[in-house]
C-alpha cells in the first residue's frame, strides 16, 4: 500500500531544476548503423519508472520535459527549507533531533538504494526538511537517470562530500572504472553529519583541486589513521568532537569508515542501536492523515453536501465547525494531480526559468558557425554560457493555481457519485457550467482546467471505487476521458482482472526467441518520433511485451505492426510492464480476434469484405467509385485493422481514437474505418486509382474528432447483425464474465458476435458468396426487431427501448406480387425484379419507387426467396445509388415460423 | 560495471530426496528477481511449492552478492588510491577540478558578460515597440548617406576609368611616334597605381562612415531605450525624424514590382505524427531578396514588409537564410558573391561586422577546417573520385550560408564540395538551420544560376526532383527525435531560367 499510493499534495511546493545532457559528435552512428539516441531521450526513458518511486522521505520526481539542444527540465516536490540553511541555527544541538535527522536521511537512502541506484548527490542542500522538519531527500535520481553520469558533461555530486573511491574513479565514467556504489552515499552522510554536528565546513578555505587532495590523501592513509581523526586533526575540532554524545560520535565514526568491509549499508545503519528508538516513517505526513481513513472520508462528503437529506445523518453531528472554510481542498489531490492542474492553468516551465534567469542564451543569430564541412564539422562555435550546469532549484508558485480554483466549491472536491445524487448534482452553479462547457469540443475540454479538475476528482473516486463502479466507468468515458487518468480507466474497460502481475513475472521474456531481430527492426521503428517510446528503456520493454504476448499466445504469430498496437498500452503504463501486457493482451482478444494467426487470410477477408459492405452501405457514391477504379480495401485497409488504426495515427489521436473504441463492441472499427473514409471522400472521388492509394497512404490530417463522431453515428446507423463475421471472438462464458456481466445499456452495445444464436439469427457465408455481395445482409431477428414486430421473440429485446434508438425502416418484398399477396412482412412493399429495372438499369417508376425516393436515409431491406435475387437486386439499388441498402438473410421462409407474415388486403 | 557471474545454489527436499539447483547468475541482475525465479520454475520444472521459498533464498542471494559485488569494486579503487603516489592524486584532483570549473555554473569565475548581448536586447526590445518607425527612419538616413558615398564612388571611379582608357588609347595609337614600349608599360603601372590609391580613399571614406554610423546607431538606440517610458515624443525621437526629414525627397519611381512565378504548396512529412511545411517556389533574382528598396508615400517613409520581417525576427528565435552558391574561393570578387557585396555595402551593417571583417574570420575557420579535413582524409579519398567524375556542367561547387537580411549582414558557414556533395552540404546546412532556430531557408531549386544549352527541361526536372526529395529526406531526419518546440518551418525553394 504504502509504495503505490501517490503522497498528497499537503504542505509540499513544487521545483524546477534543468541541465543539459552531452550531445553527440555529429553523425555518429551506433553498432547497428543507426544514428545514435540522443541522449536527452535516454535520460527520459530512465527517468520515467522515478514517477512512480515514493517514499515519504523522499521527494517525488513528477516529470521530466525536453528542451531544445539537449535541455532537460526536471519537476519534483519541493520544500523550501533545507539543511544547508536550518544547521546554522540550534535545531540540531540537541540529541534526540539530531539523530532523528539522520534516522530520516539515512530511510530515504536506504529505500534509493533498495532500488538498485545511488544518491551521490548528497549535499546538506538537498536534504529537505517539510513544515514539520522532517526529511525529504532531493535531487538523489540525477546520477541513477544520467547513466551514472554518462550522460551528462558535468560531473555529479558534490566534491566536499564526495567518498575517496568515488573521487578515485575519475570523473568521465568509462567503462575501466564501475559505476560508484551505494556505500559511498553513507561517507556523504557521514561528512554532512559531521559539519551539522560540529557546525562547520569542511576546508572552507582551500581551492577546489587542493580540496579533492586532501580528501584523496584521506583515502591513501585512511588505513593507518581513520579519515575522522584526520579531518578533526586537520580542523583542530578534536576537542569539540569529544564533547558530543556518544551516540552521534559512534554513528559519525561508522560513516567515515574508508574500508568497505567496515562501512556499513545504509540499511544496516538503520538496524543499529543507536536508532533504537525510532521507527520507520509511515506513508502519509500528519496533515493530509485526517482524511486517511475512510471514515473521515465519508464525513467530509457529508459535511459539503449537507443537503437536508444526508444531514439527516448521525454522522453530520459530529462534524467540528470550526474548521469550514479555511481548509485547503488542493492539499489533499495527488501532486500527480497538482502538477497537472498547474500545467492546465497556464503553467509554463520554460516561462518559469526565464523568469529566474535560467535559458538565457544569446539570440542564435549571434551564436552561428563560421564554417561547416562536408564532415559535418562546425567551427567557430562559442560555447553558450547557460549551457552549464546549474544546481539551483526554483520554486513553482502554486499561488495562480489556488486562485484559479478559488471558486470551486468544496463539494466539489468530494462528489457524490452514487444513486440519484448523481442527476442531483446538476442543479448546483459549477455543474451547470460543466454542462456548457461538456458542448465543447474535446481539445477545449482537454486544455479547460474547471472541467479537468471535475472530471479528475470524479475519475479518481471511480477508479478507487473499481470494479463496482465499471458501469459508471464506461458511462462517464462515453462524455470523454481525463488524460491523467487514461492508464487506469482504460484497464478498468478493457476488464483486465485476476492476478496479472505475477501471470506476467512467470513468464520467460529473456530467453532468446528466433523473432527476436524481427522484433528489433519492428520496434526500432515503432512511434519514435515520442521521446518516451524513442528511448533505449522503452524498445526493450516493448520487445518483453511483445515476447510475453508471444509465449503466452502460442497458436498465434508475430504479424508486423503488432508493435504499433502495443505502442499505446506501454505508453500508458510505462512503470507497469504487466498492466501494459494485460491490456494489450485484452484488445487483441476483443478487437483482433484470430488477426494473428499464422494464415489469417480468411479472417482478414471477411472482415474487409464486411467492411466492403459497409461502405456500400453508408456511402454508395463512394463504393461506387471504388469498384470503378478497382481500389479493393484489401490495398489499404489491411494496415487500418491489423493494427486497429495504431498504425496510421500518431499517439495522440490513437488515444482519442480508443477512448471510444473501447466502449464499442468487435464490430466498431470497421465503421472507424468508414469514418476515415468519410473524411477523404471528396479528394477520393475526384482521383484515379494511383492518387487514391496515396491519398489513403499518406493519410493526410485526419480530424480524429470528428472521425470519432462519424463512427458513432455510423455504428448507430447499422443494423447490428450487418457486422456479422464468421471468425468473431465466440462468446465468452457465462462463470468467465460473472462480475462483468451487466445489463447492457442500450441496443448497440451488445454484440451480435456474442449473441447465442438462433434460427433468425445470421448464419456464415462462404467467403466467395460474401465477396461477390454488395451489401449486408441483416439476419430475420434484426429486421423484426428494427420494424417494432418482437413481440414473440421478447426474451432478447433491450429492457428500456425507445423508438428514437433504432433506425427506421423500409422494406422492399422483391417477390412476384402473387408469392407477396400469399403472406409478407407488414408495413413492406412489393416490388418484384423482375419489373422494377428497365433494361438500362434505372428503376422503372412505381409505387415502391416513390417510396424509397421520398425515404431516403431510411434503411432499406430487400426481401426476396432463398437465392440470389434479393442480393442482387440490392446491388443494383446500390449502383444507382441508394443509400442503407441491405439484404434481409434467409428469405421470406425463415420468417414463416414466426407466424408474423400478414395476408395483403384483397384490393391491392 | 563488468559484469560478473556468481553462482547460485538451492536445495530443496521433495519426500526424501534431496535436490540441488545450481544456477549461473549475472550481476546485476537486469530483470526483477520474481521474474528470474519464474525462469527458474519453468526451465527446471520445479515443483509449485519450493516456489516461495525459491524466491526468499534468491532475493537474499542477489542482495548479498551485489553488495559484496560493490564492495570489491569500491575497495579495489581504495587500494588503488593507497598505492598511489603523490602526483598522480594530484593529477586526478585536476581533472575533476577541471569537470567542476568547465560544467558548473558554481564553480567557473564569472566571465564578464559580453556588451553586445545588451545592444541585442535593446533593440530587439525596441523593434517590438513604437520604436519602430523611428529606427527605420533612422536606418534609412545613414543608408542614403552611404549609397551617396558609393554612388560617388563608382562615378568617380568610372570618369577615371574613361580618362585611362582614352590616354591608353592615345598611347597606344601613337606607339613609335611619341611614346615607346616603356612609356606605355608606365602609363599602365601609374594608371593602376592611381586607379587604386583611389579606390583605397574611397574604401577609407566608406569605411569611416559606416564606422561612424555604426557607433551613433548605438548610442542613439541606447538613448532611445532609455527613454522609451516617455509616451511623449522625445527630443531624440525629433532630432531622428528631422534628420531623416530632411532628406531631399528623391522622386523615385516606384520600381514595379514584377509578380513573378510564385507558388505555395503545404505539405505534410512523416508516417504518424505529421510535421507541416510550407513551400514556395518562386522564379527570381534571388538577391531580390537582399536588396533594400525604400519607398516614400507622402513624404513618409515605408519600409517594406520583408525588411520589416527580418528587422523585427533578427534577433528572435526564428530566422531565415539564403542559400548561395559560390566558388570555393573566400573572396567577394566574382559571381554572385561580387553582386551580394555590393548589396552588404550599399549600408551599414549596424550588427554585425562588415563582410570583410566576416569574411575573414571564416578564412580562419576555413585553414582551421582544412586540417580537420586532413583527419577525414582517408574517408575523403574514395569519395573524391566519385566527385569529379559526375561534375559535369555544373561551375558551382561551393556553398554559403548567408541569413537573409536586407543588408546582408551576416555571410558565415561555408563549403568546400563539388557537386554531388552539394547535397551533402545541403544536408549539413539544413541540421545547423535546425540547430540555430532557422525556420525559413531559401534553397536555389537546380543548384544552378546560368542555363547551359544542354540543360533542357527534361534536365530540369529530373535536377528539381533530385533537389526536393533530398530536401525532403534531410528534413524528415532533422526533425526526428526532435519533439522540442519544432515549429512547422518555411522554405523558399527557387530557380532561374
Known amino acids: 500500500m504504502c509504495k503505490n499510493s501517490m503522497q498528497p499534495l499537503g504542505n509540499s511546493c513544487l521545483g524546477v531544476s534543468t541541465f543539459f545532457a552531452s550531445s553527440h559528435a555529429d553523425d555518429q552512428c551506433g553498432a547497428d548503423g543507426l544514428p545514435l539516441t540522443p541522449n536527452s531521450i535516454k535520460v527520459q526513458g530512465r527517468f520515467q519508472w522515478l514517477k512512480v518511486l515514493y517514499h515519504p522521505r523522499l521527494c517525488q520526481y513528477l516529470d521530466l520535459v525536453r528542451g531544445k539542444h539537449e535541455r532537460l527540465i526536471l519537476v519534483t516536490e519541493h520544500y523550501k527549507k533545507c539543511l544547508a540553511e536550518e544547521a546554522e541555527d540550534d535545531t540540531f544541538t540537541d540529541e534526540n533531533n539530531f539523530l532523528r535527522l539522520a534516522y530520516e536521511t539515512i530511510e530515504g537512502l536506504a529505500h534509493i538504494h533498495d532500488n538498485g541506484f545511488v544518491h551521490r548527490n548528497l549535499h546538506p542542500k538537498n536534504i529537505l526538511l517539510d513544515t514539520e522538519g522532517r526529511v525529504k531527500l532531493s535531487n538523489y535520481a540525477v546520477y541513477y537517470i544520467t547513466g551514472c553520469g554518462a550522460d551528462v558533461n558535468f560531473p555529479v555530486g558534490y566534491p566536499a562530500y564526495m567518498a575517496p573511491e568515488v573521487l578515485m574513479a575519475g570523473p568521465s565514467s568509462s567503462s575501466s572504472c564501475p559505476p560508484s556504489g551505494p556505500k559511498s552515499d553513507v561517507w556523504s552522510l557521514g561528512v554532512i553529519l559531521l559539519e551539522v554536528a560540529l557546525k562547520f565546513k569542511i576546508w572552507p578555505n582551500l581551492s577546489l583541486p587542493q580540496l579533492l587532495a586532501k580528501i584523496l590523501l584521506l583515502g591513501k592513509y585512511g588505513t593507518s589513521q581513520h579519515p575522522l581523526d584526520s579531518i578533526l586533526k586537520e580542523h583542530s575540532m578534536a576537542e569539540k568532537f569529544e564533547n558530543l554524545p556518544l551516540n552521534i560520535r559512534y554513528l559519525i565514526r561508522l560513516c567515515l569508515e574508508l574500508l568497505m568491509s567496515n562501512r556499513p549499508s545504509a540499511k544496516d545503519l538503520l538496524k543499529n542501536n543507536v536508532f533504537g528508538k525510532f521507527s520507520p516513517s509511515k506513508c502519509l505526513s500528519k496533515s493530509s492523515s485526517q482524511c486517511s481513513s475512510v471514515r473521515a472520508y465519508v464525513v467530509k462528503i457529508l459535511k459539503y453536501h449537507s443537503t437536508s437529506r444526508i444531514s439527516n445523518y448521525r454522522f453530520a453531528s459530529k462534524l467540528d465547525p470550526a474548521r469550514n472554510g479555511e481548509e485547503d481542498y488542493l492539499a489533499e489531490r495527488s501532486l500527480k494531480e497538482v502538477y497537472y492542474l498547474w500545467g492546465l492553468a497556464g503553467g509554463d516551465l520554460e516561462n518559469e526559468l526565464r523568469k529566474h534567469g535560467f535559458l538565457q542564451r544569446s539570440p542564435p543569430i549571434c551564436s552561428l558557425p563560421n564554417l561547416v564541412t562536408e564532415y559535418g564539422d562546425i567551427l567557430g562555435l562559442e560555447r553558450d554560457r547557460s549551457s552549464l550546469y546549474d544546481d539551483t532549484v526554483i520554486t513553482l508558485s502554486l499561488d495562480q493555481l489556488r486562485k484559479r480554483l478559488e471558486h470551486i466549491p468544496p463539494e466539489d472536491y468530494y462528489p457524490l457519485i452514487e444513486g440519484e445524487e448523481m442527476q442531483q448534482m446538476s442543479q448546483s452553479q459549477s455543474s451547470n457550467d460543466l454542462k456548457e462547457l461538456s458542448q465543447l469540443p474535446l481539445v477545449i475540454r482537454e486544455k479547460d482546467i474547471d472541467y479537468q479538475l471535475h472530471r479528475i476528482v470524479l475519475f479518481d473516486r471511480l477508479l478507487k471505487g473499481y470494479p463496482h463502479t465499471i458501469q459508471r466507468i464506461k458511462v462517464e468515458t462515453r462524455r470523454d476521458m481525463p488524460p491523467l487518468y487514461r492508464a487506469e480507466a482504460w484497464a478498468a474497460i478493457l476488464e483486465v482482472s485476476g492476478d496479472f502481475m505475477s501471470e506476467y513475472d512467470a513468464i520467460d521474456k529473456e530467453s532468446p526467441l528466433p523473432i527476436d531481430s524481427q522484433l528489433l527492426i519492428d520496434i526500432r521503428r515503432c512511434h519514435q518520433y515520442d521521446e518516451i517510446l524513442y528511448s533505449p528503456k522503452a524498445h526493450s520493454k516493448l520487445k518483453r511485451i511483445l515476447k510475453c504476448w508471444l509465449i503466452s499466445n502460442p497458436h498465434l504469430v508475430y504479424w508486423q505492426g503488432q508493435d504499433s498496437v502495443c505502442a499505446p498500452f506501454l505508453y500508458l503504463n510505462f512503470n507497469n510492464e504487466a498492466l501494459a501486457f494485460a491490456c494489450c493482451s485484452a484488445f487483441i482478444r476483443k478487437y483482433l480476434h484470430k488477426f494473428y494467426a499464422s494464415d489469417n487470410s480468411a479472417v482478414l477477408d471477411e472482415y474487409l469484405a464486411v467492411f466492403s459492405h459497409l461502405i456500400a452501405f453508408h456511402d454508395p457514391e463512394l463504393s461506387n467509385h471504388m469498384r470503378s477504379i478497382s481500389l479493393e480495401p484489401k490495398l489499404f485497409a489491411t494496415k487500418w485493422f491489423l493494427t486497429m488504426f495504431a498504425h496510421v495515427f500518431p499517439l495522440h489521436k490513437i488515444f482519442h481514437l480508443y477512448d471510444t473504441l473501447l466502449l464499442g463492441n468487435s464490430s466498431f472499427p470497421l465503421c472507424v474505418g468508414v469514418a476515415i473514409l468519410q473524411q477523404m471522400r471528396d479528394y477520393l472521388l475526384m482521383e484515379d486509382f494511383s492518387a487514391c492509394i496515396l491519398i489513403i497512404s499518406d493519410m493526410p490530417e485526419i480530424d480524429i474528432e470528428r472521425c470519432v463522431q462519424d463512427s458513432i453515428r455510423i455504428f448507430c446507423h447499422t443494423p447490428k447483425s450487418a457486422t456479422y463475421r464468421q471468425h468473431s471472438r465466440p462468446p465468452a462464458k457465462k462463470e468467465d464474465s460473472s462480475i462483468f456481466s451487466m445489463k447492457q445499456i442500450s441496443y448497440y452495445t451488445t454484440d451480435v458476435n456474442e449473441m447465442p444464436r438462433s434460427e433468425l439469427s445470421r448464419e456464415p457465408l462462404s467467403l466467395e458468396e460474401l465477396q461477390a455481395e454488395r451489401c449486408p445482409r441483416i439476419s430475420a431477428e434484426d429486421l423484426l426487431e428494427l420494424c417494432g414486430l418482437t413481440g414473440i421473440e421478447n426474451s432478447r429485446s433491450p429492457t428500456r427501448k425507445s423508438k428514437s434508438s433504432k433506425p427506421i425502416i423500409l422494406i422492399l418484398d422483391i417477390r412476384n406480387s402473387e408469392d407477396f399477396s400469399r403472406g409478407h412482412i407488414p408495413s413492406s412493399i412489393n416490388m418484384p425484379f423482375n419489373q422494377a429495372f428497365a433494361p438500362e438499369g434505372d428503376l422503372v417508376p412505381c409505387h415502391g419507387v416513390t417510396q424509397l425516393n421520398s425515404h431516403k436515409g431510411r434503411v432499406v431491406v430487400v426481401v426476396g426467396n432463398r437465392g440470389n435475387n434479393a442480393p442482387n437486386f440490392a446491388a443494383q439499388l446500390v449502383m444507382l445509388g441508394y443509400p442503407k441498402v441491405s439484404v434481409m438473410h434467409g428469405g421470406i421462409e425463415c420468417l414463416k415460423a414466426t407466424g408474423i407474415l400478414s395476408v395483403s388486403s384483397p384490393d391491392l | ?497
Not at chain 2, 131 to 156: C, G, I, P, W
Not at chain 2, 299 to 324: D, E, F, I, T
Open chain 2, 1 to 497: 560495471m563488468a559484469d560478473q557471474e556468481r553462482e547460485f545454489k538451492y536445495t530443496f527436499k521433495m519426500k526424501s530426496s534431496v535436490t540441488t539447483l545450481t544456477v549461473p547468475v549475472v550481476l546485476p541482475l537486469t530483470a526483477s528477481a520474481k521474474e528470474f525465479v519464474g525462469r527458474l520454475m519453468s526451465s527446471h520444472d520445479l515443483p509449485c511449492f519450493v516456489e516461495d521459498d525459491l524466491f526468499e533464498e534468491f532475493q537474499k542471494f542477489i542482495l548479498t552478492e551485489t553488495s559484496k559485488l560493490q564492495d570489491e569494486s569500491s575497495s579495489g579503487i581504495l587500494k588503488g588510491l593507497e598505492g598511489a603516489a603523490h602526483d598522480k592524486i594530484g593529477k586526478i584532483a585536476d581533472q575533476w577540478g577541471k569537470a567542476y570549473t568547465q560544467e558548473c555554473v558554481g564553480y567557473t569565475q564569472d566571465r564578464d558578460q559580453k556588451g553586445s548581448s545588451d545592444f541585442t536586447d535593446l533593440y530587439h526590445k525596441l523593434i517590438h515597440s513604437s520604436a519602430l518607425e523611428v529606427l527605420f527612419n533612422l536606418e534609412h538616413t545613414y543608408s542614403v548617406a552611404v549609397q551617396d558615398v558609393v554612388f560617388q564612388r563608382d562615378r568617380s571611379i568610372q570618369k577615371r576609368q574613361l580618362k585611362q582608357s582614352q590616354e591608353m588609347e592615345e598611347a597606344v595609337q601613337n606607339l613609335d611616334i611619341t611614346h615607346d614600349d616603356q612609356h606605355v608599360n608606365m602609363l599602365a603601372a601609374r594608371h593602376f597605381e592611381n586607379m587604386q590609391r583611389e579606390c583605397q580613399q574611397w574604401d577609407m571614406e566608406l569605411k569611416n562612415l559606416q564606422q561612424a554610423q555604426r557607433e551613433e546607431f548605438k548610442t542613439y538606440i541606447r538613448e532611445l531605450a532609455n527613454d522609451t517610458n516617455n509616451t511623449e515624443e522625445s527630443s531624440i525621437r525629433q532630432r531622428i525624424r528631422a534628420m531623416s526629414d530632411s532628406l531631399p525627397v528623391e522622386d523615385t519611381p516606384e520600381p514595379v514590382e514584377q509578380p513573378g512565378m510564385n507558388e505555395s504548396f503545404t505539405v505534410n512529412l512523416g508516417s504518424q505524427l505529421k510535421t507541416i511545411y510550407n513551400l514556395r517556389l518562386m522564379s527570381m533574382d534571388v538577391l531580390d531578396l537582399c536588396r533594400h528598396r525604400p519607398s516614400r508615400s507622402g513624404g513618409r517613409l515605408m519600409p517594406q514588409p520583408q525588411r520589416l520581417q527580418s528587422a523585427m525576427s533578427l534577433y528572435s528565435n526564428s530566422l531565415s537564410a539564403l542559400v548561395l552558391l559560390v566558388d570555393d574561393r573566400v573572396s567577394s570578387y566574382t559571381g554572385i558573391k561580387k553582386e551580394f557585396a555590393s548589396i552588404c555595402q550599399q549600408s551599414t551593417d549596424f550588427h554585425f561586422p562588415d563582410m570583410d571583417t566576416q569574411l575573414r574570420v571564416v578564412q580562419q575557420a576555413v585553414h582551421k577546417g582544412n586540417v580537420l579535413r586532413k583527419a577525414h582524409k582517408a574517408d575523403e579519398r574514395d569519395r573524391g573520385s566519385q566527385d569529379n567524375s559526375s561534375e559535369g556542367s555544373s561551375n558551382s561547387s561551393n556553398e554559403e550560408i548567408s541569413t537573409n537580411l536586407q543588408t546582408g549582414q551576416l555571410y558565415k558557414g561555408q563549403h568546400t564540395l563539388r557537386y554531388p556533395s552539394v547535397l551533402l552540404a545541403l544536408r549539413n546546412i539544413l541540421k545547423i538551420a535546425v540547430y540555430f532556430d532557422i525556420y525559413t531557408i531559401t534553397i536555389p531549386l537546380l543548384l544552378v544560376y546560368e542555363m547551359h544549352e544542354e540543360m533542357t527541361i527534361q534536365w530540369c526536372y529530373k535536377r528539381a526532383e533530385l533537389v526536393f526529395k533530398c530536401v525532403k529526406g534531410f528534413m524528415i531526419e532533422m526533425t526526428s527525435g526532435r519533439t522540442d518546440g519544432e515549429r512547422p518551418g518555411r522554405s523558399n525553394l527557387w530557380y532561374r531560367g
